[in-house]
């Protein structure tokens, strides 16, 4: 089966810091991930949409200056907070795209960031 | 724009009951249909899954068949257990919706010995 990996799986940090987390496909190419974000008790809104070699398209309401998204490459994605903030705390969760399979998609384990 | 809305919990069964989680979804297209679990704690894993209408997905006793006449895909165990306690969400994946998973509120499950 397909694996995507994320890393880490949970974080803590300092108010102010930044915190990058990663999302690789293991077993093959991704041209698109998403990244998600859970608040406790919700349900998966999707933050943004990650293409490889080129900007992430943000959905609304979403500060694309605050979690930026970088997808350099076929099998890795990385989503930095930046200057983080208690509010962020959240359960972050990605998701990959086979390449010309886009009917499935396959989640990474989650990365619970927890800012102090 | 596409979306999925299931059925409100909390839901609380007895042991060996049968369970219906109810999911209904608006999309344009030829949406693919998911349902997740999530284990308190943890990640997203797919329990199952349809592609197109009158599929039935089904894994670990659980089934769930695309309705596309009734825009349904509910979900149904005939005898749960403990160890099903958990939340469900209902999803889909649309070609006209930029292939992003589409989750519906999600309903949680807890089941009594």
């Known amino acids: 089966g397909a694996v995507v990996s994320q890393h880490p799986s949970r974080v803590i940090c300092k108010s102010g810091t930044s915190v990058k987390i990663e999302c690789r496909s293991l077993?093959?190419?991704?041209?698109?991930m998403f990244w998600y974000r859970q608040f406790p008790k919700q349900s998966l809104m999707l933050m943004a949409t990650?293409?490889?070699?080129?900007?992430?398209?943000?959905e609304q309401g979403v500060e694309k200056d605050k979690f930026l998204i970088n997808h350099a490459s076929l099998t890795l994605s990385t989503l930095t907070v930046t200057s983080a903030h208690p509010e962020d705390s959240s359960f972050y969760i990605c998701?990959?795209?086979?390449?010309?399979?886009?009917?499935?998609?396959?989640f990474g384990q989650g990365t619970r960031l927890t800012v102090v | 724009g596409n979306s999925v809305t299931q059925m409100e919990g909390p839901v609380t069964l007895s042991e060996e009951a049968f369970l219906t989680i109810n999911c209904t979804y608006t999309?344009?297209?030829?949406?693919?249909l998911f349902w997740y679990v999530q284990y308190p704690g943890e990640g997203l894993q797919l329990l199952l899954k349809?592609?197109?209408?009158?599929d039935k997905g089904s894994n670990k006793g659980f089934e769930a068949t695309y309705r596309k006449e009734t825009t349904s895909f509910h979900l149904e165990k005939g005898s749960v257990q403990v160890s099903d306690s958990a939340v469900y969400f209902c999803a889909l994946i649309s070609n006209t919706g930029g292939f992003k998973t589409i989750f519906g509120a999600g309903t949680r499950l807890f089941v009594k010995a």
């Open positions: 999309a344009t297209g030829y949406p693919s």
């Open positions: 077993d093959f190419q991704a041209t698109t």
């Open positions: 998701s990959a795209h086979r390449q010309g399979m886009n009917t499935e998609a396959f």
């Open positions: 990650s293409n490889e070699g080129s900007k992430a398209t943000y």
């Open positions: 349809a592609t197109k209408a009158d």
